[in-house]
């Protein structure tokens, strides 16, 4: 929604296109930032959990 905002008001210039791009993709980035960050703690907790067993 954004990039079309971006390109609505500035019309279509690579400039525009790319500010558009980076509104996009910025978003993905940190929710697959915030995924691998759970995960990765999910697994250190498993494996001090497997560590304090044995």
Known sequence: ????????????????????????????LILWGVIEVMLDERRQRATRKKNSRG
């Open 1 to 28: 929604m954004l990039a079309v905002v971006v390109l609505m008001l500035f019309g279509f210039t690579f400039w525009a296109a790319l500010l558009a791009a980076v509104l996009q993709v910025c978003p993905a």
